[in-house]
């Protein structure tokens, strides 16, 4: 059974930085790219940043570049977004998904809130 | 960046009505479209990618359709457990984006 668990999340101040995890279980985790999006409270989804099944490619929404880092570790099964000068708008679930094009399994999210 | 826009926002419908959804997308995306189903305090679920193909575990009532720019999600008979918000997504190139959702509610 796929599962994707997130963690991390929590309340920061503008400005500053967090590092979301997402385990991965289930699936041949070097073989699949993996995804996360984003969901501020009682909108809609938000595609953030994606990286391929080896590492070595990697994409971003305008909104997040030059601020956001995506990789992964296959070591451990573990995907990374490291996020720094977060903003009030970033405050939202941030989910991981399975996927390079559509995103067939997703997390359940954990919720990140920046404010002062 | 491909914008992608749902109508309507909101969807009244009866249990066992026909329910269709719209998507349109600002420049073409081929067959590069994707349909998920969210439920409240839920995670999004994949519903259609390849504009008509039905991911594992949605029935025969849900269907697909459309190229290049239009596209719609046709239920055929809601059911109960059909009401939710659903999304479409882009992935023709990137970045990828959704459109702002519809809300199928009952009527």
């Known amino acids: 059974e796929v599962q994707l668990l997130e963690s991390g999340g929590g309340l920061v101040q503008p400005g500053g930085s967090l590092r979301l995890s997402c385990a991965a279980s289930?699936?041949?985790?070097?073989?699949?790219?993996l995804t996360w999006v984003r969901q501020a409270p009682g909108k809609g989804l938000e595609w953030v940043s994606s990286?391929?099944?080896?590492?070595?490619?990697?994409y971003y929404a305008d909104s997040v570049k030059g601020r956001f880092v995506i990789s992964r570790d296959s070591s451990k099964n573990m995907l990374y977004l490291q996020m720094n000068g977060l903003r009030a708008e970033d405050t939202a679930a941030y989910t991981c998904?399975?996927?390079?094009?559509?995103?067939?399994?997703w997390g359940q999210g954990t919720l990140v809130t920046v404010s002062s | 960046e491909i914008v992608m826009t749902q109508s309507p926002a909101t969807l009244s419908v009866s249990p066992g009505e026909r329910a269709t959804l719209s998507c349109r997308a600002s420049?073409?995306?081929?067959?590069?479209l994707a349909w998920y189903q969210q439920k409240p305090g839920q995670a999004p679920r994949l519903l259609i990618y390849?504009?008509?193909t039905r991911a594992t575990g949605f029935p025969a009532r849900f269907s697909g359709s459309g190229s290049g720019t239009d596209f719609t999600l046709t239920i055929s008979s809601l059911q109960s457990e059909d009401f939710a918000v659903y999304y479409c997504?882009?992935?023709?190139?990137?970045?990828?984006?959704f459109g702002q959702g519809t809300r199928v509610e009952i009527k």
């Open positions: 998904a399975r996927g390079f094009a559509f995103f067939e399994y």
């Open positions: 289930g699936f041949s985790f070097s073989s699949f790219a």
């Open positions: 990286i391929s099944g080896s590492g070595g490619s990697t």
């Open positions: 420049q073409s995306v081929s067959s590069n």
């Open positions: 390849g504009v008509s």
């Open positions: 997504q882009h992935y023709n190139n990137w970045p990828r984006t």
